[in-house]
């Protein structure tokens, strides 16, 4: 063993090495998942709550690939954990390119959590857990060296973090946009070929440069990380983990589960990690602190209130809440990290708060509440982890103001919201939110304790809760699903059926108007026209409709027509056929046909020619499962139609315009594009007539002329840049609306 000093080249050259092999390691463990997410995503209807699941499985495979690391570490000296490694990332290479296995066809059933699970693991199991198990490895062997910088290892966790984040960056923005997933799928294979490569070198520096050993001296060993320690060390990792779930969730919901929307959230989660990390952070702890302090809490008043619409400012306060808490969480696990001895420990310890986090999440959360109350419910225990100002009072009066201050914010509020003021103009909001801001910047003060912060941003949180509790809309029952959270309320005279931020229909309670279609389906609207002008009602009709909803579209059917709905959640099922709620399809249609699971899955079954009509309505909240819409999706559909029967999609979206997509499909394919844009006046909004747009797409003209005619309807926009989507190809980004 050599104890001269490193020559300067050699130094440089090793801690690149050891830096582009941490970057590269972390840079393919990230955008695999975002690209296999993907893959499965149309097994289990484009809903938001698969890529939650998959996040689930890949905290517990970075644990297990944390858990071989330190096992590593304890049995094996670094040559020989280095040559283990090699071997094992050897055998993983004969299982690529990945692919979802034929063998695990997917579940009919509500829930299929541990289906997608067991898929992940067959999959993608052991090479992603060698992967994971890459950071404290290659830190171990860093450490190893004889390198002069061997002493701190932690500096290549901020090379691993930069690796992910670019990744996710990359990954909707560059690589989705231009690679199909089969071409993903291969270029990251020759990524892990160039990695096992690197592996290779860094393992030879490691055996051929180690740290001199010292005879004369026993090195001091390190002390043990108390039981405190650790369970801190998982507190503080598990919150910013469920929180990047309830955030993930909250966004996505509305627009679609798709890369973009899922990487964003993860690559702040990334971010927090490298500046936290860094040796000289770019934020300082004061700065975050405050920050995370007023944005917390405006963002608790915001998820109170459960704005009607997600506009652009709530998705940014979400995330910049979500990257305050997870800041202030991460820096303390930073500042409590423990001697390099105890590195693969430490991270053991912060990937089980991880997996807990997502556990609770995925797992116990839809069966604990029926909405997403793990949410606001980690918001406020991020405030109760954050750290102390000054020496702590234990004294008995303390004890009690922690308990009577955030009460008398409780009820103030709720004495304020019983204030008579005058009901026109402006009087009622700016009374509101005078009241927030008070009782806001009161618990705001609390922040010299967490425990006092955290009840105090508690007490504000119910006390908004209480104020919606009595407002106009009567919730008559809320479910929660796999595939979303669904409530009924009662707003006059009618009852609505809510997901996320968007009604999903409505139905009159009135005898006079119980079969009158409302919402996006009015007679008067685009639906009303192509039952009127497509389809002959003088004949029984076979139509399939792919999304039930509330069953609105039940009461356009005619005595004994063979209807088929495909609906993928049992929830909706019962909401819109049990008769105690939504009565469309029992008084309309109560011998209608309903095919439980993904409707594409099951549409493969049905005869071929055989319907003369196929609606699509599939939507989780505004979101659009994205695989319903592709170019080999219209092909199945097309094969199921008669001969000049014709497929329609409802492609109302705040946030994407997607008529563009099917214009390039119908262009592809040789068919007719059509559409319309509903726009009511204020005085059928007020009947619950709702806005809506519709594309058609038919065999050729002669199909739809009528629509052209006389309907005002006309020919779907193309838009420059925006061609078909297909199974392994589709770009979000570019169907952004502008306004």
């Not at 450490?143 to 090379?159: D, F, I, R, W």
């Not at 503080?236 to 798709?258: K, N």
Request: aromatic content about 12%.
């Amino acid at each position: 063993m050599t104890t001269a000093p490193w020559p300067a080249a050699r130094v440089r050259a090793t801690l690149t090495l050891f830096a582009g092999l941490t970057f590269t390691n972390a840079a393919l463990l990230f955008v695999v998942q975002p690209m296999f997410t993907k893959m499965v995503l149309p097994l289990l209807g484009g809903t938001a709550a698969v890529w939650n699941t998959c996040l689930l499985f890949f905290q517990a495979a970075l644990l297990l690939g944390y858990c071989y690391a330190h096992a590593g570490s304890r049995l094996l000296d670094p040559t020989r954990q280095g040559l283990l490694h090699l071997v094992l990332l050897g055998l993983a290479l004969t299982l690529l390119p990945i692919a979802i296995p034929a063998w695990l066809p997917p579940p009919s059933d509500a829930r299929p959590v541990w289906w997608l699970l067991a898929v992940l693991a067959a999959s993608l199991g052991l090479p992603f857990t060698l992967l994971a198990a890459g950071a404290p490895m290659f830190q171990r062997w860093f450490a190893s060296t004889a390198h002069p910088g061997a002493g701190n290892p932690y500096v290549l966790y901020v090379a691993s973090n930069l690796g992910s984040f670019a990744a996710l960056l990359a990954y909707p923005l560059f690589v989705e946009p231009r690679w199909r997933l089969g071409e993903q799928g291969a270029a990251w294979r020759a990524g892990y070929v160039a990695l096992v490569v690197l592996v290779g070198m860094a393992w030879w520096i490691t055996r051929r440069w180690p740290a001199a050993a010292t005879p004369a001296a026993a090195p001091t060993p390190a002390p043990l990380p108390s039981r405190a320690l650790r369970l801190r060390w998982v507190l503080l990792a598990a919150v910013p983990s469920s929180l990047l779930l309830g955030v993930t969730t909250f966004i996505s919901t509305d627009v679609a589960a798709v890369p973009l929307l899922w990487v964003i959230p993860l690559s702040l989660y990334l971010l927090t990690f490298t500046l936290v990390f860094a040796d000289r952070p770019l934020l300082g702890r004061g700065f975050m602190s405050g920050f995370h302090l007023f944005v917390g809490v405006a963002l608790l008043v915001v998820v109170g209130m459960t704005p009607t619409k997600l506009h652009a400012a709530h998705v940014i306060l979400h995330l910049l809440g979500f990257f305050g808490a997870a800041m202030v969480c991460h820096q303390q696990l930073a500042d409590v990290r423990p001697h390099p001895a105890h590195l693969t420990e430490y991270y053991l310890w912060m990937s089980l708060g991880g997996v807990l986090g997502g556990a609770f999440n995925v797992l116990l959360a839809p069966v604990l509440y029926q909405r997403v109350l793990e949410y606001p419910l980690m918001l406020l225990v991020a405030f109760a982890l954050r750290p102390g100002y000054g020496a702590y009072d234990r004294s008995r009066r303390a004890w009690l103001l922690d308990l009577v201050l955030p009460a008398l914010v409780f009820g103030g509020m709720v004495a304020s919201f019983q204030l008579r003021v005058p009901v026109e103009g402006r009087w009622p909001m700016i009374l509101m939110w005078s009241v927030f801001t008070v009782a806001g910047l009161a618990v705001a003060a609390m922040f010299r304790r967490p425990l006092r912060l955290a009840l105090g941003a508690a007490a504000l949180f119910l006390a908004i809760e209480q104020r919606n509790a009595g407002n106009a809309e009567r919730v008559i029952t809320q479910e929660r699903s796999f595939f979303g959270v669904y409530k009924v309320t009662r707003w006059e005279h009618y009852l609505m059926l809510t997901s996320g931020t968007t009604t999903h229909g409505a139905q009159d309670l009135v005898t006079s108007g119980k079969r009158t279609p409302l919402t996006y389906y009015t007679r008067e609207g685009p639906l009303g026209d192509i039952f009127a002008e497509l389809t002959d009602s003088t004949q029984a009709r076979r139509v399939g409709l792919v999304g039930l909803g509330t069953g609105t579209t039940a009461c356009y059917a005619q005595p004994g027509e063979p209807w088929t709905y495909f609906e993928i959640d049992p929830t909706v099922v019962q909401l819109a056929t049990s008769g105690r709620v939504f009565t469309y399809v029992k008084e309309c249609a109560p011998g209608v046909r309903i095919v439980l699971g993904d409707a594409r899955r099951s549409l493969v079954a049905e005869p071929d020619s055989s319907y003369d009509l196929l609606v699509f309505d599939a939507f989780s909240s505004d979101a659009i499962p994205v695989h319903l819409m592709t170019r080999e999706a219209v092909r199945l559909y097309r094969g199921k139609l008669r001969a000049y029967a014709t497929m329609a999609f409802h492609v109302s979206n705040r946030y994407l315009r997607l008529e563009p997509v099917l214009a390039a499909i119908a262009e592809e394919e040789g068919l007719v594009a059509v559409a319309r844009d509903d726009a009511p006046d204020e005085d059928a909004r007020a009947r619950l007539h709702y806005g809506s747009r519709w594309v058609v797409l038919a065999r050729d003209t002669a199909a739809v002329r009528t629509l052209l005619t006389q309907r005002g309807w006309r020919v779907a926009e193309r838009a420059a840049g925006v061609g078909a989507w297909t199974d392994d190809y589709s770009n979000i980004v570019q169907l952004l609306k502008k306004e």
